[in-house]
């Protein structure tokens, strides 16, 4: 398999970590980010795929929610396919997604790990 890039956006120090480890153990090469403008600002390194959090907290301002974010990347690089990585299981959130274009929705559960990792095998391994 070849090197493939992969951005990991996410506020949880704890998730990118678990996430990172995983992916480079699987022979991916991850980036990680706590917030999508600083994805955004990196859309240059041209990843092959970015795994986002839908939503962000950050003390003294708002930033971007990841729709927000999968918009400005879908308009920037509409090649690069994204997993919206998430808690949030309401319907109708996953459906506007899937409307949008995301490649894949992976909840935050007891199986994130295993079931993002067989999402990035899906997607970079057709």
Same mark, same amino acid.
């Given at each position: 398999?070849?090197?493939?890039?992969?951005?990991?956006?996410?506020?949880?120090?704890?998730?990118? &970590?678990?996430?990172? *480890?995983?992916?480079? &153990?699987?022979?991916? &090469?991850? $980036?990680?980010?706590?917030?999508?403008?600083?994805?955004?600002?990196?859309?240059?390194?041209?990843?092959?795929?970015?795994?986002?959090?839908?939503?962000?907290? $950050?003390?003294?301002?708002?930033?971007?929610?990841?729709? *927000?974010?999968?918009?400005?990347?879908?308009?920037?690089?509409?090649? %690069?396919?994204? %997993?919206?990585? &998430? *808690?949030?299981?309401?319907?109708?959130?996953?459906?506007?997604?899937? $409307? $949008?274009?995301? /490649?894949?929705?992976?909840?935050?559960?007891?199986?994130?790990?295993?079931?993002?990792? /067989?999402?990035?095998?899906? %997607?970079?391994?057709?």
């Amino acid at each position: 398999m070849e090197d493939k890039l992969i951005f990991v956006v996410d506020d949880d120090p704890v998730i990118t &970590s678990l996430v990172q *480890a995983r992916l480079e &153990s699987a022979g991916y &090469s991850a $980036r990680v980010f706590a917030y999508g403008e600083e994805c955004i600002a990196a859309l240059d390194e041209k990843p092959d795929l970015i795994i986002l959090d839908f939503y962000f907290v $950050r003390e003294g301002d708002e930033p971007m929610d990841g729709m *927000a974010v999968f918009g400005e990347i879908t308009r920037l690089a509409p090649e %690069i396919p994204v %997993i919206m990585l &998430s *808690a949030q299981e309401r319907g109708d959130v996953v459906l506007e997604f899937a $409307r $949008r274009g995301i /490649a894949d929705y992976v909840i935050k559960d007891s199986d994130l790990i295993d079931n993002l990792l /067989a999402g990035v095998k899906d %997607i970079l391994e057709q």
